[in-house]
């Protein structure tokens, strides 16, 4: 069972077009990660969200953590074919050792 | 400034050998993991070190794994022996700290395939 479940796990758009991207979670965090992996590299942090309500934005992607701190989405606008990759979302527990989690990843796909 | 190095980037072995990965962490970065990345599917936490001392270690398969940082610095996780289902890239990632908000520096990865 995923700690962390991202939806949906494949999604191939159109360039131009506009796109989210989930994590779910019955857990409650401290704080939410999004990563980018591209093929043969390690993921690369996009952005921490650590507040209930929290928004963050970086270019044309939009980030926000849930009210209760148990969910996130991404959202982009415009999606460039530079966007592909996987997107990871991570969770650090809020009890017990500080263990960051991963979901299994949405892989995302911009054909130009 | 350096990023986390890892070796070898590509292994091939038969099942019941054995093999070992090596990562040298950000200079100065307290905390070392060792995830598990299966293909298509997100990484998993195989152990996590605190300088030199093992922070959680609870999904390590202990029966053939096993990992050690000397010295509180570089890595290396071993497998033996290998099992089919240890296909996998191994990531090796480091931090400044032990932190809830913490982000997480990844190496490149080690590519295992067992045949």
């Known amino acids: 069972t995923q700690l962390l479940e991202q939806s949906p796990q494949f999604l191939s758009i159109q360039e131009g077009e506009n796109l989210t991207v989930y994590c779910n979670s019955s857990s409650v965090f401290s704080s939410l990660q999004w990563y980018r992996q591209e093929p043969g590299e390690g993921p690369v942090l996009l952005v921490t969200v650590v507040t209930g309500g929290e928004v963050k934005k970086l270019k044309r992607l939009t980030f926000q953590f849930g009210d209760a701190r148990k969910d996130s989405s991404l959202h982009i606008t415009a999606a460039q074919p530079g966007d592909t990759g996987l997107y990871l979302c991570a969770a650090y527990l809020i009890q017990g050792a500080q263990k960051l989690v991963f979901g299994q990843g949405t892989r995302l796909t911009i054909n130009p | 400034e350096a990023g986390v190095a890892q070796s070898p980037r590509y292994k091939i072995i038969e099942k019941r050998q054995s093999v070992a990965f090596w990562c040298n962490p950000i200079?100065?970065?307290?905390?070392l993991y060792w995830y598990q990345q299966i293909l298509g599917q997100g990484p998993k936490l195989l152990i996590q070190f605190q300088n030199n001392g093992v922070v959680d270690d609870s999904q390590l398969p202990k029966d053939r794994f096993s990992a050690e940082r000397l010295k509180g610095v570089d890595s290396t996780l071993k497998i033996q022996p290998a099992k089919l289902e240890d296909s996998a890239v191994y990531l090796c990632?480091?931090?400044?700290?032990?932190?809830?908000?913490?982000?997480?520096?990844f190496g490149e990865g080690s590519r295992l395939t067992v045949l």
């Open positions: 200079s100065g970065h307290a905390t």
């Open positions: 990632a480091s931090s400044p700290r032990l932190a809830y908000t913490g982000e997480l520096f």
